[in-house]
């Protein structure tokens, strides 16, 4: 199965990637000939069982890690063929990162925090879109916060409008609500789909949470290092009944 975008723009995309880990008798297999597109405004999750790869696909497609086999895009570039520095610049420009952990420096205020990808690229943020941004993410009185004056879901906003404040042609975001309490979760993912709705914003999205899923435009599934399904305008209970077929269906792909 090779999910599509029905032939609208594509952000990202995978051409039959292969990941293996190990060698010998215990040789793995990660992704096993994975093609899928994902489209430009678009909100897409990634979901499967423990072990399925879906975490292993987001690096591939996001250049934090290699692929054995096939190529990835990011936009108009082959991203599995440009050499460390041109990985690095492309990452820094081109892509937003957010992950379970915030990953925000302790010593910066929420707003150096956002601005820190720019200032390491040697750019300004455009007053206007930071404006649209904090406006977004509701941190304009806590700008001058650090993160341990802030809460959980405050700090996840801060790491979201930093992966915003470039205008990167793709998110990734991995887990972002596994840190965070329901309300907090919710806040952070309705954040996350009004970016897309009413910005155009492209987010890919790993998470385990059918709840989470269900503020994506659409559901794409893995097993055993494969995509088996997707589902289109998800809902809590369709991705739920989804993954109880797929559970226990995951077992290492030995070669």
Known sequence: M??????????????????????GEARVAALRGV?????????????????????????????????????????????????????????RDRIGFIFQQFNLLPTLSAAENI?????????????QW???????????DRL????S???????????????????PDVIFADEPT???????????????RSSVREHGQTIV???????AASYADRVVFLADGAIVDELAGPTAESVLDTMKKLDGKNDPVML
């Open 205 to 211: 999205m790993v998470t385990h949470d059918p709840v």
């Open 35 to 91: 093609s899928v597109e994902f489209g430009k405004g678009r909100f897409t999750a990634i979901m499967g069982p423990s072990g399925s790869g879906k975490s292993t696909l987001m690096h591939c497609l996001a250049g934090l890690d290699t692929v054995d086999e096939g190529t990835v895009h990011v936009g108009g570039t082959e991203i599995s063929r440009l050499n460390d520095k041109a990985l690095t610049r492309l990452r």
């Open 149 to 167: 004056q802030l809460s959980g879901g405050q700090q996840q906003r801060v790491a979201c409008a930093r992966a915003l404040v470039g205008r």
């Open 144 to 147: 001058g916060h650090r993160p």
């Open 115 to 127: 601005r820190l990808p720019l200032d390491i690229a040697g750019r300004k943020a455009d007053p």
């Open 130 to 140: 930071w404006d649209t941004v904090i406006n977004t993410v509701g941190l304009s």
């Open 2 to 23: 090779a999910p599509t975008n029905a032939g609208g723009p594509v952000a990202a995309r995978a051409d039959a990637i292969w990941k293996v880990y190990g060698s």
């Open 178 to 192: 596994g840190n965070l309490d329901s309300r907090s979760g919710a806040e952070v993912l309705s954040f996350l």
